[in-house]
């Protein structure tokens, strides 16, 4: 087995193999030199050891500088612009991220840099590693796109985050992805989502809860409320399976604590919530610290905890789809194609129970985090902006009456709707940045055309779609306001036709989110129905848990940041830290 193909836990393996590969060869040479020239002094040989590391850094940093710029010129490319820090391999530049990423706003240290060095794509190199960072829709376009092909997840990726999600569909590349993907687009077929009953039995649930937290005017979070449906609804339309978490017990304001996102309980389904969550805010922080991130797990893998907690709420479900498989085996059954699910269909590929739940949790994690976050987000600037409230609700009750279930076909037709939504999606995308691994040297035409860009093989490629949806030149000076009209310009509209790359919240290409419909299809029936009920949603930011409220300093900063009620965050997705606590009004 190669090295790289061992089991995700082995990272420290594997990282102490990259060292010993990476200081190898100035060892060798070193001791052959040494030997060659045969010197005996022990001043030689301690400058020798002493000197060969930093030498061989800045020789084979020498000899990377010459090989691109070679070739950037072969192809009447450019480099991209490089981060020049004050200590060797940019470690303050890494130290400035981790300390960022816990306690600013999110991803706001990329902005940052990129606004610091006046560019839209910057290669941060890291280590000596090149780690690029981009919020230019062309380059975008080219590595998810049309030049995928040259990227890859990769091993880094499942190393990162193999005991979380295996060998799903996140973390594939090639036709190991493509069966993955393949495995899963036919439950996102246009009848299979229309079925609107599998959201309503939740979203009747979440009624109900909201109409008991008005009529006794207490303050509930709403955050966790979406996170919870989304499960619900999420397991029941891929797995067919009854999460029930909408029945347990709920975070109380003003007494819960932080959670790994939001709020914390203290129950079973607590347990579990804080599991999903903080793996992904563990996952989360190993992305953005970079390929030294072994070093800040060295006592343990900090995913293992949560990894155990997650499988044993799961295991139990796939072990009893596994064994009903061979119950119908035996009796010669089979089921009828318009009941299977997704837990059917991987268990009719596979007997190998890890396989089938990883391949669930990849879909489970999609379908659950990113959706409770627009639903979520879309609330929170309701809350802020009464007039756009008002303006939806009065579409709403147009359109679908005071009560009444709403169809497919009606919530398509509502353009103000899909205007506010798109707007929420545009200023916080719940998956706020991605990466892809160069395999091969990439020359990429990057925003104004008139540049080619060289992505050097080996590097890693971040796209920030948060960082692109709030940009001047695209959106105009009010990029940063929330402005559900823009949507309804025909100007608008002209732009986004010319340039559809600069908006992406779902990306674009191969590797395009397929539950994008049943997205938007699950947040506009559950927000209809909820705006059916109630006028007014009224921030009461005093309930959130110690140390989730935006931070004093965030007031001297720029745009947004500067005015912010709530603290976004981002672990895979965004989120609210401490959870969206909100009164709402009948
Ligand atoms: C507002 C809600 C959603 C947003 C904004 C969203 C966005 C995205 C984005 C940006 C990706 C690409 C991630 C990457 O490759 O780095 C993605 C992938 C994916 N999404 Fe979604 N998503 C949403 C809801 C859903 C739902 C409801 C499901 C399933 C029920 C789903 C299933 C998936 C899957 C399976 C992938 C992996 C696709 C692949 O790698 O080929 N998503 N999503």
């Known amino acids: 087995m190669p090295l790289f193909e061992l089991p995700a836990t082995a990272y420290r393996t594997r990282f102490l193999f990259r060292i010993v590969s990476a200081i190898q060869w100035p060892f060798a040479v070193t001791f052959l030199s040494l030997r060659l020239f045969g010197h005996q002094s022990w001043l030689v040989h301690t400058l020798a050891w002493v000197a060969c590391f930093p030498l061989w850094i800045v020789v084979t940093q020498q000899y990377s500088r010459w090989r691109n710029e070679r070739l950037a010129r072969q192809y009447g490319a450019k480099a991209v612009p490089c981060i020049q820090g004050r200590w060797p391999g940019n470690v303050d530049v890494m130290l400035r991220l981790a300390k960022d990423f816990p306690t600013g706003y999110a991803l706001q240290a990329f902005t940052d840099l990129l606004d610091e060095y006046n560019c839209d794509t910057l290669n941060m190199r890291i280590l000596w590693k090149d780690m690029i960072i981009s919020r230019d829709d062309l380059v975008m376009k080219a590595v998810q796109s049309t030049q ?95 999460t029930k978490s909408l029945t347990a017990r709920r975070p109380v304001a003003f007494k819960a604590r932080l959670g790994a996102k939001g709020a914390a309980t203290d129950d079973d389904f607590g347990t579990f919530a804080y599991a999903f969550d903080h793996i992904q805010v563990v996952i989360g922080l190993r992305v953005r610290v970079g390929m030294m991130w072994p070093l800040n797990e060295l006592s343990g893998d900090r995913t293992l905890l949560d990894a155990k907690v ?110 506010v939504l798109s707007e929420a999606l545009r200023l916080f995308p719940p998956a706020p940045m991605g990466a892809l691994w160069a395999i091969e040297d990439t020359f990429v035409r990057c925003g104004d055309r008139s540049e080619v860009l060289h992505i050097p093989k080996g590097s890693r490629f971040n796209w920030i779609t948060l960082a692109l949806h709030r940009r ?104 609210i830290k401490g959870g969206l606590w909100m009164r709402v009004h009948e």
């Open 148 to 242: 995928l092909l040259a990227f890859e997840r990769g091993f880094e990726s499942r190393e990162l985050m193999g005991t979380f999600l295996g060998r799903g569909v996140f973390v594939t590349d090639g036709e190991e992805w493509r069966q993955n993907r393949a495995l899963i687009r036919p439950f996102f077929n246009k009848e299979r989502i229309s079925d609107i009953n599998i959201i309503d039995e939740h979203a009747e649930q979440v009624l109900s809860i909201l109409l008991d937290s008005s009529r006794s005017n207490s303050v509930i979070d709403v955050q966790d409320l979406f996170a919870r449906f989304t499960l619900d609804s999420g397991a029941d339309f891929l797995v067919g399976l009854k």
């Open 472 to 575: 001047k030149d695209f959106w105009g000076d009010d990029c940063e306001d929330f402005k559900p009209q823009r949507w309804l310009d025909p100007k608008m509209a002209a732009r986004l036709a010319e340039r559809p790359s600069m908006y992406i919240p779902f990306i674009q290409g191969p590797r395009m989110c397929p539950g994008r419909d049943f997205a938007k299809l699950e947040a506009s029936y559950l927000l209809v129905r909820i705006l059916q009920k109630f006028s007014r949603f009224e921030l009461v930011p005093e309930a959130l848990p110690q140390g989730a409220a935006p931070p004093e300093h965030w007031k001297h900063r720029k745009g947004r940041q500067a005015s912010e009620k709530c603290w976004p965050s981002t672990a895979f997705t965004m989120f």
């Open 310 to 419: 997650i499988t044993d709420w799961i295991k139990p479900v796939v072990e009893e789809a596994l064994r009903e498989k061979a119950k119908k085996k035996e009796l010669g059954l089979s089921e009828t194609s318009e009941e299977r699910t997704l837990l059917d269909s991987f268990v009719e590929r596979t007997d190998d129970e890890a396989a089938v739940r990883y391949g669930l949790l990849n879909v489970l994690m999609a379908s659950r985090d990113s959706t409770a976050a627009l639903l979520s987000f879309t609330t929170y600037l309701l809350s802020l902006h009464p007039e756009v409230m008002r303006r939806l609700r009065q579409e709403v009750v147009d359109i679908c009456g005071q009560s009444g279930r709403p169809s497919r076909e009606v919530l398509q037709k509502m353009p103000y709707l899909e205007a």
